[in-house]
C-alpha cells in the first residue's frame, strides 16, 4: 500500500513535541521548534533533511525510484522520497532520525526509557 503525507503527518504528530508549522510558505511538520519534514513542491516527495551526502547516494542508487534529489538541495544532507514507493518502515526511520536530531536531551531520555519499558 504506497505511503501518503497524511501517513507521514500521523506517525511524526506521535512523536512528542512536534506540531504543524510552516517553512518558506508552506506547510511542514516541525519538532521542538525546528524543521522537520514537509511536502515537497511535486506533491509527491517528501523533503527529508539530515541525511549525509554518502548515505544519500546510496540510497539514490539503490532505489532511484523513491529517492532522488534536485539541483536546490543537491549541497545539502537532504533527500526527497517519493512517498508512494516508499517503505513505510523506513520513510519513519528518517524522520525519527531527524525528530531524534532536534528533541532535547531530557526528551529523548524520557522516549527511550518509555520504549525499553514498553510504556508508550
Not at 84 to 106: C, S
Request: proline share 7%; aromatic share 10%; with cysteine.
Amino acid at each position: 500500500m504506497p505511503m501518503t503525507y497524511d501517513d507521514v503527518v500521523a506517525f511524526a504528530l506521535r512523536l512528542p513535541g512536534v506540531e504543524h508549522g510552516t517553512a518558506y510558505g508552506r506547510p511542514c511538520l516541525k519538532a521542538h521548534g525546528k524543521f522537520l519534514t514537509r511536502l515537497f513542491e511535486d506533491g509527491e516527495s517528501l523533503v527529508c533533511p539530515g541525511v549525509p551526502f554518502d548515505e544519500r547516494e546510496m540510497l539514490i542508487e539503490a532505489e532511484p525510484d523513491v529517492f532522488h534529489v534536485t539541483d536546490h538541495f543537491r549541497n545539502y544532507p537532504y533527500v526527497l522520497i517519493r512517498l508512494a514507493g516508499a517503505h513505510a518502515g523506513t520513510v519513519e526511520g528518517l524522520v525519527l532520525r531527524q525528530w531524534r536530531a532536534t528533541a532535547p536531551k531530557k526528551v529523548l531520555k524520557a522516549w527511550d526509557e518509555d520504549r525499553a519499558t514498553g510504556t508508550a
